[in-house]
C-alpha cells in the first residue's frame, strides 16, 4: 500500500505529470527534495536531503531511485531504463546495482541523480484516474501548505534560488511551480511579504557570494560563474557594493 503522496503519482496524466508530483508531495513523506531538470535530451532528477548536515545514506538514495524508476515501470508498463545513475558515493557499486539499474553508474558524483530520456517523460500513464486525483490533491496540497507555512515564502524562495543559480537566473516560473503555485500567486504573495522577486535573487546570490569564497575550495572565476555572473569583473563589481571589500580579501579575512 502507497502512502497518498505516492499514489497522486501513480494516478497521473503521464511521466513527466508523476515524476513533479512525486517532487511536490514528497515532503509529506520524507524531508526530501526532488529537483527535476530537463535540458535537450535528458531529464535529470536529483535527491537532496533537506535540514541535513550529514550526507544522505546510500540506502535511503537507493530507496529513492527504486521508487522513480518504479514510478515509470508500473505506470508506462514498459520497462524502461535510464540514460545514467549518478551517486555521491565512493564506489565501487555492487552487481545488483548494474542489474536493476542496466545503466552506467558514475560514483564520487557531487548529488545522488537519475539521468532519464526527456522523451519518455511524455510517455501515458494507463492507469491515470482524474477522478481520484480530484479527491486527493486539495487534501494533500492543505497538508504540504501546513508544512510551508512553518518558514517563510521568502526563505523558500531564496533556497530554491541558491539551488538552481548555477544554471542561469532561476525564473520565477520555475520556482513557483516547485512550491506547487501559479507564477501570479507567487508575486503576489512575495509582494505581501513586502519584497520582490529581484530583491530575493539579489539576496540569495549575495549569501552564496559571501559563502563561497570563505570555504577556499573554489577560485574566484569559478564563484562567479557559480553564482551566473556574466563575467569575473561583474561579480567583483557586485561584491564590492555588497560588503566593500574584494573576494579576495573578503576569502584572507575569512
Known amino acids: 500500500m502507497h502512502p497518498p503522496a505516492t499514489m497522486s503519482a501513480f494516478f497521473a496524466r503521464d511521466y513527466r505529470d508523476g515524476l513533479h508530483r512525486l517532487a511536490r508531495f514528497k515532503r509529506l513523506c520524507t524531508p526530501e527534495e526532488l529537483t527535476i531538470t530537463e ?9 537532496r536531503w533537506l535540514h541535513a548536515v550529514e550526507a544522505e545514506p546510500d540506502a535511503a538514495a537507493d530507496v529513492t531511485f527504486a521508487a522513480i524508476l518504479e514510478l515509470r515501470r508500473r505506470g508506462t508498463g514498459r520497462h524502461l531504463t535510464p540514460i545514467r545513475v549518478e551517486m555521491t ?11 536493476y539499474f542496466g545503466a552506467p553508474i558514475r560514483t ?4 545522488n ?5 526527456r522523451a519518455d517523460l511524455d510517455l501515458p500513464f494507463s492507469g491515470h484516474n482524474p477522478e481520484l486525483l480530484n479527491l486527493l490533491d486539495p487534501a494533500l496540497a492543505a497538508s504540504l501548505e501546513e508544512i510551508e507555512a512553518r518558514s517563510s515564502l521568502s526563505d523558500q524562495v531564496k533556497v530554491l534560488i541558491r539551488r538552481r543559480i548555477a544554471s542561469g537566473k532561476p525564473d520565477i516560473a520555475e520556482v513557483a511551480r516547485e512550491l506547487g503555485m501559479s507564477e501570479r500567486t507567487l508575486q503576489r504573495r512575495i509582494t505581501e511579504h513586502g519584497t520582490s522577486y529581484r530583491a530575493l535573487l539579489d539576496e540569495a546570490r549575495r549569501d552564496l557570494g559571501r559563502r563561497l569564497p570563505s570555504d577556499g575550495q573554489n577560485g574566484i ?3 562567479a560563474f557559480l553564482l551566473g555572473f556574466q563575467d569575473t569583473s ?15 580579501q573578503w576569502r584572507s579575512l575569512h
Not at 39 to 47: I, K, L, Y
Not at 113 to 117: G, I, S
Open 39 to 47: 535540458a535537450g535530451s535528458e531529464c535529470r532528477v536529483a535527491v
Open 89 to 99: 558515493r565512493p564506489g565501487p557499486v555492487t552487481a545488483v546495482h548494474r542489474s
Open 108 to 111: 564520487s558524483c557531487d548529488q
Open 113 to 117: 541523480a537519475l539521468v532519464l530520456a
Open 221 to 223: 572565476d569559478e564563484i
Open 234 to 248: 561583474s561579480f567583483y563589481r557586485a561584491f564590492r557594493a555588497w560588503e566593500g571589500v574584494t573576494p579576495a
